[in-house]
């Protein structure tokens, strides 16, 4: 099917690292995102990753890439109180009109 | 830094009602795209534009939707005859090229 799954839910206490994990779908997608989504708010896009690589580092976020299982993952570094949101993962269906198709996203909550 | 406007932030309609949502995406943009979320659900595909024509839909995308660039800069979404299961926020999104696309603030639609 087309469906990119995460869990849905997350929490983790201040200062820890969350990683979020997504499988997604199409080994032929070219590039895979993260998007954040903070309450009543729109996505804003963390990361992305081209699937020729295997990791990217952005300061505190991490992705890595693991294309034999289609496994995709974001690892945030000292979690802060403003971390808490949902984040997406989604990617771009080979053969499609680059539209995104996203994951249920997982809903990180920060504990103090 | 630029950056994909909506236009308005709400709107609250009767059914059966015509409403337009309202995009200006970045200006040197060249693929658009209307994305829906309805309330705690994922991100959802409905339609993408380029060189002024819809180069794919989703089967959300019936006949009650259109799009329209009407000049160089915005990027409209109609939907005709409004029901009650329409109402969600609408995100519209562009990009350049392959890699990053850049989601709006959203318009929030409610249909009484």
């Known amino acids: 099917g087309e469906d990119v799954e995460q869990s849905l839910f997350l929490s983790v206490r201040e200062g820890d690292s969350s990683v979020i994990n997504c499988t997604y779908t199409?080994?032929?997608?070219?590039?895979l995102y993260w998007y954040k989504q903070e309450p009543g708010a729109g996505l804003q896009l963390l990361t992305y990753?081209?699937?020729?690589?295997d990791m990217k580092q952005d300061q505190r976020l991490t992705v890595l890439l693991n294309k034999k299982d289609k496994h995709l993952s974001l690892r945030i570094a000292d979690t802060q109180t403003g971390d808490s949101a949902i984040y997406f993962c989604?990617?771009?269906?080979?053969?499609?009109?680059?539209?995104?198709?996203f994951g249920s996203g997982t809903q990180l909550t920060v504990l103090p | 830094e630029p950056e994909v406007t909506q236009t308005p932030s709400h709107q609250v309609t009767q059914m059966g009602q015509e409403v337009i949502l309202r995009c200006v995406p970045i200006?040197?943009?060249?693929?658009f795209y209307w994305y829906r979320q309805i309330l705690g659900q994922k991100v959802e595909f409905l339609v993408s534009?380029?060189?002024?024509?819809?180069?794919?839909k989703s089967e959300i995308f019936d006949d009650q939707f259109s799009v329209e660039r009407p000049d160089g800069s915005n990027f409209t979404l109609k939907i005709r005859s409004t029901k009650l299961e329409d109402s969600a926020m609408y995100f519209c999104?562009?990009?350049?090229?392959?890699?990053?696309?850049?989601f709006g603030p959203g318009t929030r639609l409610t249909v009484l």
């Open positions: 199409d080994s032929s997608s070219t590039y």
């Open positions: 989604a990617e771009i269906l080979s053969g499609s009109a680059r539209q995104l198709t």
């Open positions: 990753i081209f699937s020729n690589m």
């Open positions: 999104a562009s990009t350049l090229g392959i890699d990053t696309q850049y």
């Open positions: 534009f380029y060189n002024n024509e819809i180069s794919e």
């Open positions: 200006s040197n943009h060249l693929y």
